[in-house]
């Protein structure tokens, strides 16, 4: 269809959206909303994320910080300073948005393992100042944060969230497909595989670096904003190192430099745990033997096995 292929909507974002379409059929309370709207959250971080590392080959371990930051400052800006939610979490990407792009230039001049170890201490920065700013948030024991009200309606059910977080989610997907499909993509598949041959043809490596790696933080900063009026409550733990490795896995559980594995793996990572209360003494043991015979038996990724299909489809 013509109006299909004009805005590139593909028949796997209409698969996802009927999938979360069909979602709400199997949630009995809210409490199964909840987790499932925390997934939602995870999966656009995780797919900014991808971004950055499936596509562009540059490695974060401060996502989680970058979203916890994003999350505070909006939290801040409403609760403290009296600001709408909306301009609220508009100044916080913005704020988040100069961050990234002025921590970018010296950071992703790094590569692999320093690159990595940068973006950790940034990660541990933010944390540390996040714990000991306590007139601002609360120190260790965070903060509470207002409700959620756009245009005189609070958000108060938990479907509203959902709902709200899956037209988020399938609208970054449609963006990020759109990217990865224009001339923009394709610098950042050729960054991934080697910086110099881009290079050699003129294309400003630092610049596109930067680009993407701000877009992933903006992402991040966006679903740890909406997190936090969702919770009503954000702590450190939300920016803590442990988020960011678990955004990481997410990533590589899924399948680096897919998009749609990024949603697979944090959903996974996100409801695995719900299902392992029973085992609560093994629970850590049981979630890192599952990761591994995943990472063992598929080292590209759960979203590989689908390829088949998606060869199948365009053939």
Known sequence: MAWLRRWNLKPSLAILALILALVPLGLDNDFYYEVVVLSLFN???????????????????????????????AAILTGRYGLSPLFSIFLSLLLMALFAW?????????????????????????????????????GSD???VESFTVFGHTFTEAWEWYLLASVLLVLLVWLSENLIDSPLGRVLRSL????????????PVARYKSLVFTLSVVI?????????????????????????????????????????????????????????????????LIYGAIIIVVMIFMPRGIAALFDPLFRRGKR
């Open 43 to 73: 999966a656009m971080i995780a797919l900014g994320l991808n971004l950055l590392m499936g596509y562009a080959g540059q490695i974060s371990l401060a996502h989680g910080a970058f979203a916890g930051l994003g999350g505070y400052i």
């Open 102 to 138: 002025a921590l970018a230039r010296p950071i992703l001049r790094l590569r692999g393992h320093y690159l990595a170890m940068a973006t950790l201490g940034v990660g541990i920065i933010i944390a540390i100042v996040l714990n000991n700013e306590e007139e601002l948030t609360g």
């Open 142 to 144: 965070g903060m509470s």
């Open 192 to 203: 991934h595989d080697s910086e110099k041959a881009p290079a050699s043809v003129g294309v």
């Open 220 to 284: 991040a900063a966006l679903a740890g904003s909406l997190y936090a009026f969702f919770s009503g409550f954000i702590s450190p733990q939300e920016a803590g190192f442990n988020h960011s490795i678990e955004l990481v896995v997410m990533v590589v559980l899924g399948g680096m430099g897919r998009l749609y594995g990024s949603i697979i793996g944090a959903v996974i990572l996100t409801l695995l745990p719900q299902f392992l209360t029973a085992f609560e003494d093994y629970q850590t």
